[in-house]
């Protein structure tokens, strides 16, 4: 059978480069959480801890939603970075069952270090970002190669 490759202006090449150009940033603050003594994920869950809306409640239950994490995982990440002086529990004042999570000013200080590094970053890498993303949202199906419906059919008979 011969191969089939997408044009050149395929929606699947924008893809994979948006994809591309979004990785290489997460690489980046992955790097940089390292850089500044962080795991990743103690990165992520005190940016989402200090950066929740004035209506949002900085539960572990929020945060999991936020960073696509168990439950249990949140405990475990909130309960090191406890440890590490990186944030607090405190009751909440409505529902002292409830517990909130909060950013120390140890932990805020190593945010904004990782804050400025991030900005900085995305000033350099930002416009490709933005354009793999652009070229995206103006991808015309019309233009698609006439080979992916053909892709389609021989995918569909090797079920």
């Known amino acids: 059978m011969k191969e089939v490759r997408p044009s050149s202006d395929s929606l699947i090449e924008r893809l994979a480069e948006f994809r591309y150009r979004l990785r290489t940033f997460l690489q980046f603050s992955e790097q940089?959480?390292?850089?500044?003594?962080?795991?990743?994920?103690q990165h992520q869950l005190l940016l989402q801890i200090a950066g929740a809306p004035?209506?949002?409640?900085p539960t572990i239950a929020y945060a999991a939603e936020r960073l696509g994490l168990r439950h249990n995982s949140v405990v475990e990440l909130a309960n090191r970075s406890v440890?590490?002086?990186?944030?607090?529990?405190?009751?909440?004042?409505?529902?002292?069952?409830?517990?909130?999570?909060?950013?120390t000013s140890r932990g805020a200080r190593l945010l904004q270090k990782l804050a400025a590094d991030h900005r900085s970053?995305?000033?350099?890498?930002?416009?490709?970002?933005i354009e793999?993303?652009?070229?995206?949202?103006?991808?015309?199906?019309?233009?698609?190669?006439?080979?992916?419906?053909v892709m389609r059919t021989a995918v569909r008979g090797a079920r």
Do not use: F, W
């Not at 004035?54 to 409640?57: G, I, P």
């Open 32 to 41: 940089a959480a390292h850089a500044a003594g962080l795991q990743p994920q």
């Open 54 to 57: 004035a209506d949002a409640l």
């Open 83 to 103: 440890e590490e002086g990186l944030l607090e529990r405190t009751s909440d004042e409505a529902d002292a069952r409830r517990v909130l999570l909060r950013v």
């Open 121 to 129: 970053e995305l000033e350099v890498m930002g416009p490709a970002l």
């Open 132 to 149: 793999a993303l652009t070229r995206i949202e103006h991808y015309e199906p019309d233009h698609a190669p006439a080979a992916l419906p």
